[in-house]
């Protein structure tokens, strides 16, 4: 018999043909076509994160990255899609066993969001009144149900969820890259939230103890964009050797696998690709490990996985660079996925999780100095 993880990796190389074929739709609608949408949901894809307590497949973070960047390959809008409902749907393990299955019960069940504090709710009678707007709302309009962060009068600051028809949609995705993410912008106005349905952010307990809730959260997060961003850069090295073969630039003698720079370039784009995906899966197989062995995840842990998440996406972004520059004027078109992978790749990069100026936070930690460590 074939185990979870296994399948869950066949999965993806199996639906990744569709995604590459959706791709173009999903680019134009801004948001994932509901093909994409289905095989993705049928090969549980879209909650690899949910624990088996609740019908989901449980994947540990290795099997997760795989899958992901297997995805992003094909396309990165669906591997962020993927990456994202994956992720929120480790949260079910922080919810009472009844919330959970409220949530999380149905099968086809899609669930996203956003951490951001941008939201203020009232308290009162066990529940919340929840008023608010949130960007990067990547995949929530295929979701059942969305979260979101707010601040609540009673000081707390807590993850709120609201089933998809009470929230209000907003035309704001018009992007330079993961067009296809529909990460616009949602809301909600006066939506009663009951409090078995909210959890605190790095206070609330797991209630499923299971080794994936031991794994801190913005850790897997930061982990599964960098891996979004190795697929990214994957296929931009993989269309550039399917286009070297036959291309031969004006006025040259030499086709561009011919040429010494492209052999050169290609060379060491595949180099830092490859080092770069092995320091991220080095990293959170090591932190894995100790949540295995039942050791606690050390700031040494998180710090190790958040660099190298953070050098996936700035290696990648800069590998697809470099293969739009020697793909030479055949990038510049639409039909050429080159310059997709080009806007695709520096999406990532503005992410809060993997972000260039979190280099500071790691050379602080490094040099032994005090910071702020909340969201490592």
């Known amino acids: 018999m074939v185990d979870a993880n296994t399948t869950l990796i066949d999965a993806a190389h199996a639906v990744a043909p569709l995604l590459t074929k959706m791709a173009d739709d999903a680019e134009q ?32 973070p290795l099997t997760m990255l795989t899958a992901i960047e297997i995805l992003a390959a094909a396309d990165g809008a669906a591997g962020w899609c993927s990456m994202i409902a994956s992720s929120t749907a480790t949260q079910s393990m922080f919810l009472e066993p009844p919330a959970a299955r409220e949530i999380f019960g149905e099968p086809d069940t899609v669930t996203g969001g956003a951490f951001a504090p941008t939201g203020t709710g009232v308290v009162a009678d066990g529940h919340v009144t929840v008023t608010g707007r949130w960007q990067w709302g990547s995949g ?28 209000v949609f907003h035309d704001t995705w018009h992007s330079s890259g993961l067009r296809g993410s529909g990460s616009l912008d949602y809301s909600v106005d006066g939506v009663v939230v009951p409090m078995r349905r909210t959890i605190r952010p790095l206070q609330t307990p797991a209630v499923l103890r299971r080794p994936l809730a031991a794994f801190p959260n913005f850790t897997l997060l930061a982990s599964c964009v960098g891996a979004v961003s190795l ?47 092995a320091f991220l899966h080095d990293e959170v197989g090591r932190a894995w490990g100790r949540v295995l062995a039942g050791d606690h995840v050390e700031v040494s842990d998180r710090l190790g996985v958040r660099m190298a998440a953070t050098n996936a996406a700035t290696v990648a972004a800069d590998v697809a660079d470099q293969m739009y520059t020697l793909a030479g004027g055949s990038s510049v078109y639409e039909t050429n996925v080159l310059q ?24 602080r930690l490094l040099l032994g100095q005090q910071t702020d460590i909340s969201l490592l």
């Open 29 to 60: 609608s801004r948001r994932l076509s509901p093909e994409t949408v289905d095989a993705l949901v049928a090969a549980d894809l879209m909650r690899m994160g949910l624990p088996a307590a609740y019908g989901g497949p449980e994947a540990d």
């Open 340 to 363: 997709r992978c080009l806007r695709d790749a520096h999406v990532p990069t503005q992410h809060l999780q993997v972000a260039p100026k979190l280099h500071e936070t790691f050379g």
């Open 231 to 277: 697929g990214i850069g994957r296929r931009s090295v993989d269309e550039l050797i399917a286009l070297a073969e036959g291309k031969r630039p004006l006025f040259a003698s030499k086709t561009l696998a011919e040429s010494p720079f492209t052999q050169i370039e290609l060379a060491r784009s595949e180099a830092a690709l490859r080092s770069a995906r």
């Open 140 to 167: 929530t309009q295929h979701c059942r149900w969305i979260l979101g962060g707010t601040v609540c009068d009673d000081g707390a600051f807590r993850l709120c969820w609201f089933p998809a028809e009470e929230v």
